[in-house]
Structure formats: structure tokens, C-alpha cells
């Protein structure tokens, strides 16, 4: 197996999650789906500097995380960074999953994928919250861009 998968382009949410479970189903134990994180982390689109800001900040985790959005012909388009490797790795398996989605999308998609990979149970308790925070923080900013979209505001 690849150590950078490709899911970008995969067509549609359902894709990606079955390849993403199927990709983490293959490991032999934890130690390798970790490394696996920390390979996704090192191919996320880099953030630009100026949203490495406190506004971008996800509240929750003990590590620095910075999320950013942008709604652009009606999908929201995702940025992320972290400093520690297994949580950038988190948050590029989640903008994999919910990037240049319509919010919508975003907000119709039940996260059972966090369970099926068995993510949430061997993460520490603070990456455990931090995920639950940017899983939380991924579907405010898709409410904030419906509430735009529907006011004819994008």
C-alpha cells in the first residue's frame, strides 16, 4: 500500500469514506494506522499563513489546530494545520472527508466512519475531544455557509 493515498479524487463522500475504512481495515495494528495518520498529515495542502490565526483556532484540543473554510460555487473548500503529526493527521483525514462538499453534504453525513476505522477509541482523551471539536467545528462552519447561501449572501 502506498504511504500517501490518494483521495482527492475520489467523485463523492461515500467513496472516500468506504476507501479511508478500507485503507485503515488493512493495518495489522495501531502502530501502523498511526503512521498512516501521520503520512496523511504530511500530504495536507498547505496552510496559508495568514489563517494561522486564534479566530481559526479549534477550541478543545490540547494540541494547535487551525481550521479554515472558504465557500466557493457552492462547496466549502477546507484548511488545516496542527503541531503535533498524528493530530494533522486527524485533520487531514477530515478535510479528505468534508472538503469542497456543499454544506449540505457536510451536515447530511453521519460521522459513523470515526467508529469504523476504530479512530475514537484508541485516541487519548484530549485527541479524542480535539477530534469531537473539529468534527463540531467542520459542521459550523457548514450551517454558517447554508445560512449564507440560503440568504443569498455567496
Not at 482527492?8 to 495494528?29: H, Q, R, Y
Not at 449540505?104 to 482523551?125: A, C, N, R, T, W
Request: charged share 25%; aromatic share 8%.
Amino acid at each position: 500500500m502506498a504511504n500517501r493515498p490518494d483521495y482527492a479524487n475520489l467523485p463523492s463522500m461515500d467513496d472516500k469514506i468506504t476507501k479511508i475504512v478500507a485503507d485503515f481495515k488493512n493495518f495489522n495494528g495501531w502502530e501502523e494506522r498511526y503512521k498512516h495518520l501521520i503520512n496523511m498529515g504530511k500530504t495536507l495542502e498547505v496552510m496559508p499563513e495568514e489563517h494561522h490565526v486564534e479566530s481559526n483556532k479549534v477550541k478543545g484540543c490540547q494540541s494547535q489546530v487551525w481550521l479554515f473554510a472558504e465557500l466557493k460555487d457552492g462547496k466549502i473548500h477546507f484548511w488545516g494545520d496542527s503541531d503535533a503529526s498524528i493530530v494533522k493527521g486527524i485533520v487531514a483525514l477530515l478535510i479528505n472527508i468534508y472538503s469542497e462538499r456543499s454544506p449540505d453534504e457536510i451536515l447530511s453525513l453521519e460521522p459513523s466512519f470515526v467508529d469504523e476505522i476504530g479512530l475514537k477509541q484508541h485516541l487519548s482523551m484530549s485527541r479524542a475531544n480535539g477530534l469531537s471539536a473539529m468534527m463540531k467545528q467542520i459542521q459550523m462552519y457548514a450551517m454558517a455557509f447554508k445560512a449564507k447561501i440560503q440568504m443569498g449572501m455567496s
